[in-house]
């Protein structure tokens, strides 16, 4: 008997922490393997009116921030964008690339990289924190459970209407602004949604995370990535706009599509779910209150409460687009609103506190994961490789032919994304180096712009270093569950964008 219980049981796959660390040693090992090295970078220095050049030995020296130091250095850009603020991080300066003394990251390293990822990302989960006590606030007055009830009503056999609305919104989100850590409010607002119109987490995942990665992938005008990648390169972001615009419709239909496929095989089986075994478990935790024969009345202070809620977001997108803000503010906002949903639900000041604390509790795990995932990048940083990646990539696409030049960039620029998780860091250290190359064998700056974009968005559907694992720890979805759903999808975008990078050689 004991055996057949262990046989059924089977294999589990393991937690994303687990994941993590098992990353986190492969990239370690990465640091004895690969030389170590660096490109001499570049900064301005708005209060010096000065560039300062780092060489790799460390040497700091200054120069004149003027278009000729630009042109010495081989920079193609014009000097204006530092000037203005568009480039602010260094930038590689192009035929400067040293070895320096390797630096392994040893068993100390790995150990105690984890601490500093969770020191490093301390804004971004205390973000996650304050949201999991404002969620469990709502959910405690009964107000989620009304809405989804109301709802419910009305969308009637056009449930995959909101699928459509909210990966279509966040898609246009993440082309103009970026839209993406800051999804993460969404998904305890949107899962019970979901779940309670006969969806499994997978599509209310693929609705939030597609959206957004669909349209930081094919962005248009994102201020922190296509621009700062345009203006490092040398051109101006309307080139190959058009073209942009065009690949994130489709891929955005393309990808409604998938969605619509599963989710329509979900509603009609609940067994076709590839996370049906979990499905009690996820329904515990977030339909747990929820029973639509007896639902609390949708009241004007559950209305007023709702409103508050999500009226945050709308001030929370301007802040990010047009104020600067980041997690601390967005921390700020959400924090106000959950002091203001305590006065308005009728809790006494000791249930009001506990219940934030118990909702701030149960997103611990979430908060962590963000900090895990960002070790692996100070490892890899520590160990001083990504340079020396971005020189081994420079060297393979020289002299190729313009179609296959485009697509290998993109290949390229994937796996590189993975090394370099932030797209506009990604962007500063590699377009001075890339973009030239794309002189050498005639094809547009703005094609290396793209392969840049649609590569590394390509490799966020899955990367473990981006958001992910946070997002599948968030909804109890383990990470097996989540490529056995994407990667079909991962493939024919990849085939997509492969087609359209073709073709824009093709047009010039």
């Not at 989100?173 to 850590?181: K, R, S």
């Not at 994937?414 to 797209?423: A, C, E, H, K």
């Given at each position: 008997m004991e055996n057949q219980n262990k046989k059924k049981k089977g294999f589990e796959f393991p937690t994303a922490f687990t994941v993590l660390f098992i990353i986190l040693i492969l990239a370690a090992l990465?640091?004895?393997?690969?030389?170590?090295?660096?490109?001499?970078?570049?900064?301005?220095?708005?209060?010096?009116?000065?560039?300062?050049?780092?060489?790799?030995?460390?040497?700091?020296?200054?120069?004149?921030?003027?278009?000729?130091?630009?042109?010495?250095?081989?920079?193609?850009?014009?000097?204006?964008?530092?000037?203005?603020?568009?480039?602010?991080?260094?930038?590689?300066?192009?035929?400067?690339?040293?070895?320096?003394?390797?630096?392994?990251?040893?068993?100390?390293?790995?150990?105690?990289?984890?601490?500093?990822?969770?020191?490093?990302?301390?804004?971004?989960?205390?973000?996650?924190l304050i949201l999991g006590g404002i969620i469990g606030l709502i959910n405690?007055?009964?107000?989620?459970?009304?809405?989804?009830?109301?709802?419910?009503?009305?969308?009637?056999?056009?449930?995959?209407?909101?699928?459509?609305?909210?990966?279509?919104?966040?898609?246009?989100?993440?082309?103009?602004?970026?839209?993406?850590?800051?999804?993460?409010?969404?998904?305890?607002?949107?899962?019970p949604i979901f779940l309670a119109s006969g969806y499994d987490?997978?599509?209310?995942?693929?609705?939030?995370?597609?959206?957004?990665?669909?349209?930081?992938?094919?962005?248009?005008?994102?201020p922190f990535s296509v621009v700062i990648a345009s203006n490092a390169a040398g051109i101006s972001f309307n080139d190959g706009l058009t073209i942009r615009i065009i690949s994130l419709i489709l891929a955005t239909i393309i990808t409604l599509v998938y969605i619509y496929n599963y989710a329509r095989k979900v509603k009609k089986d609940p067994k076709n779910s590839l996370i049906y075994e979990d499905l009690d478990k996820i329904e515990e935790?977030?339909?747990?209150?929820?029973?639509?024969?007896?639902?609390?009345?949708?009241?004007?202070?559950?209305?007023?409460?709702?409103?508050?809620?999500?009226?945050?977001?709308?001030?929370?997108?301007?802040?990010?687009?047009?104020?600067?803000?980041?997690?601390?503010?967005?921390?700020?906002?959400?924090?106000?609103?959950?002091?203001?949903?305590?006065?308005?639900?009728?809790?006494?000041?000791?249930?009001?506190?506990?219940?934030?604390?118990?909702?701030?509790?149960d997103l611990v795990g979430v908060a962590l994961v963000i900090g895990v995932a960002r070790a692996i990048n100070i490892v890899m940083d520590n160990g001083m490789i990504s340079d020396t990646l971005l020189q081994y990539t420079s060297n393979i696409i020289e002299n190729m032919n313009g179609g296959v030049f485009a697509v290998v960039q993109m290949i390229l620029f994937s796996l590189l994304g993975f090394f370099i998780p932030s797209s506009s860091g990604l962007a500063t250290l590699s377009m001075p180096i890339m973009a030239p190359l794309a002189d050498t064998v005639e094809v547009a700056r703005h094609i290396v712009v793209s392969a840049y974009n649609w590569g590394q968005g390509w490799m966020s559907f899955?990367?473990?270093?981006?958001?992910?694992?946070?997002?599948?720890?968030?909804?109890?979805?383990?990470?097996?569950?989540?490529?056995?759903?994407?990667?079909?999808l991962m493939g024919i975008i990849g085939i997509f964008a492969v087609i359209m990078l073709v073709l824009q050689t093709m047009l010039i």
């Amino acid at each position: 008997m004991e055996n057949q219980n262990k046989k059924k049981k089977g294999f589990e796959f393991p937690t994303a922490f687990t994941v993590l660390f098992i990353i986190l040693i492969l990239a370690a090992l990465l640091t004895y393997i690969v030389p170590a090295g660096l490109f001499a970078k570049l900064e301005y220095n708005a209060d010096t009116n000065e560039f300062q050049r780092i060489d790799p030995d460390g040497n700091v020296s200054t120069l004149p921030a003027t278009q000729e130091t630009l042109d010495n250095l081989k920079v193609t850009m014009k000097v204006e964008k530092f000037l203005d603020g568009s480039i602010r991080k260094p930038i590689a300066i192009p035929d400067t690339y040293e070895e320096i003394p390797r630096s392994p990251q040893g068993i100390i390293d790995i150990i105690m990289s984890p601490i500093k990822g969770i020191m490093d990302t301390v804004d971004i989960m205390v973000f996650v924190l304050i949201l999991g006590g404002i969620i469990g606030l709502i959910n405690k007055t009964g107000t989620f459970d009304a809405g989804i009830a109301a709802l419910s009503k009305r969308s009637k056999g056009k449930e995959f209407l909101l699928v459509v609305f909210v990966c279509s919104l966040i898609s246009l989100g993440g082309t103009t602004f970026g839209l993406a850590e800051e999804t993460i409010a969404l998904y305890p607002i949107l899962m019970p949604i979901f779940l309670a119109s006969g969806y499994d987490a997978i599509v209310c995942i693929a609705a939030i995370y597609m959206g957004s990665s669909i349209g930081t992938m094919f962005s248009t005008v994102n201020p922190f990535s296509v621009v700062i990648a345009s203006n490092a390169a040398g051109i101006s972001f309307n080139d190959g706009l058009t073209i942009r615009i065009i690949s994130l419709i489709l891929a955005t239909i393309i990808t409604l599509v998938y969605i619509y496929n599963y989710a329509r095989k979900v509603k009609k089986d609940p067994k076709n779910s590839l996370i049906y075994e979990d499905l009690d478990k996820i329904e515990e935790r977030f339909l747990k209150e929820y029973d639509p024969d007896n639902v609390a009345p949708f009241n004007w202070k559950r209305i007023l409460i709702l409103i508050i809620f999500l009226g945050a977001f709308p001030v929370m997108i301007w802040g990010v687009s047009k104020a600067d803000w980041w997690f601390p503010e967005m921390s700020g906002l959400f924090f106000a609103v959950s002091i203001v949903i305590m006065f308005l639900s009728g809790f006494s000041e000791k249930e009001a506190v506990n219940t934030f604390i118990d909702g701030a509790a149960d997103l611990v795990g979430v908060a962590l994961v963000i900090g895990v995932a960002r070790a692996i990048n100070i490892v890899m940083d520590n160990g001083m490789i990504s340079d020396t990646l971005l020189q081994y990539t420079s060297n393979i696409i020289e002299n190729m032919n313009g179609g296959v030049f485009a697509v290998v960039q993109m290949i390229l620029f994937s796996l590189l994304g993975f090394f370099i998780p932030s797209s506009s860091g990604l962007a500063t250290l590699s377009m001075p180096i890339m973009a030239p190359l794309a002189d050498t064998v005639e094809v547009a700056r703005h094609i290396v712009v793209s392969a840049y974009n649609w590569g590394q968005g390509w490799m966020s559907f899955i990367t473990p270093t981006g958001l992910i694992l946070a997002t599948l720890e968030m909804v109890d979805v383990t990470y097996n569950k989540w490529l056995k759903f994407i990667l079909p999808l991962m493939g024919i975008i990849g085939i997509f964008a492969v087609i359209m990078l073709v073709l824009q050689t093709m047009l010039i």
